[in-house]
């Protein structure tokens, strides 16, 4: 083989190198799918306690769901919902907050409340809805929503 033939293979051994690794590197940034949501979670916690709020529990799980966010706005429990989108196109990630989607949470959030003894407890539902755009050095676009909606279901909770 030629060393003409051999350069240029390197070359494109090179260069499908550097698209190889480009690629890679959308996978190891935050905005990834599967790291997409725990860094919108972060993200959340950060802003939430730059706020005044003190984190209690992340990523809650329960046979009957889970809860992003358990925090303490002074005197008031609040179970937060992080919705984290990579675009805005398709609206604000918080509209990804269903009615079914509150019935879970409220479920959860009755369930916390129930084995720590808190029925009393003065709590709320928060939404936290970011748009982080892939790329490196894309900052996240955070909206806080306090009292996104009130418990939603059956029993001595809800209305």
């Known amino acids: 083989m030629s060393k003409t033939k051999l350069n240029s293979i390197g070359r ?16 190891r940034s935050p905005t990834a799918p599967r790291r997409l949501g725990p860094a919108g979670e972060r993200a959340a916690a950060r802003f939430l306690q730059q706020l005044g709020y003190r984190i209690l529990a992340r990523s809650h799980r ?12 002074g005197d008031c429990l609040v179970f937060v919902e992080v919705k984290t989108w990579s675009s805005g ?6 509209l990804a907050v269903d009615r079914r989607k509150q019935e879970r949470l409220s479920r959860a959030a ?12 003065q709590c709320r539902f928060d939404v936290v809805s970011i748009v982080w755009p892939a ?4 900052r996240p676009t955070i909206r806080h929503f306090p009292s996104a909606f009130e418990a939603v ?7």
Do not use: M, N, T
């Open 12 to 27: 494109w051994i090179v260069s499908c190198g550097r698209f190889f690794l480009q690629c890679l590197s959308a996978f």
């Open 62 to 73: 329960q046979r009957l769901g889970e809860i992003d966010l358990i925090a303490l706005d």
């Open 89 to 94: 196109d398709d609206g604000d990630p918080s």
């Open 110 to 121: 009755l369930v916390y409340l129930k084995r720590r003894g808190l029925l009393e407890q």
């Open 135 to 138: 790329g490196q050095g894309c």
């Open 153 to 159: 279901g059956h029993g001595q909770f809800f209305r």
